[in-house]
Nanobody, 124 residues
């Protein structure tokens, strides 16, 4: 089992920044091949924001956040981060951290474990 705990969400104004953190724990975490951040706004599907492979640190970004968001990981702390700059109202959503034992794809079905989510609200 893997447990994921997100933090760092909040209310900001457009143009400001936030950094989300996700701490992973559990006896089987050594099997995790990658992690990701997804988001879900009311009435929409959960969508991938960014993914990262755990060993090499190879990252993927959704087109909507390229150049504004950066995903990173600290292997020693079992933590993945999402630095979000130039936030816009359309970034408002609940952000979820996810972990996978398999392929590090940008679809929610590829992920085995999920955090509880953290709310990000961007006002205009």
């Amino acid at each position: 089992q893997v447990q994921l705990v997100e933090s760092g969400g909040g209310l900001v104004q457009a143009g400001e920044s936030l950094r989300l953190s996700c701490v992973a724990s559990g006896g089987t975490f050594s099997r995790v091949t990658g992690m990701a951040w997804f988001r879900q706004a009311p009435g929409t599907e959960r969508e991938a924001v960014a993914t990262i492979t755990w060993i090499r640190g190879s990252a993927f970004y959704a087109d909507s956040v390229k150049g504004r968001f950066t995903i990173s990981r600290d292997n020693a702390k079992n933590t993945v981060y999402l630095q979000m700059n130039s936030l816009q109202p359309e970034d408002t959503a609940v952000y979820y951290c996810a972990a996978t034992y398999g392929n590090v794809w940008s679809v929610k079905e590829a992920y085995d474990y999920w955090g509880q989510g953290t709310q990000v609200t961007v006002s205009s």
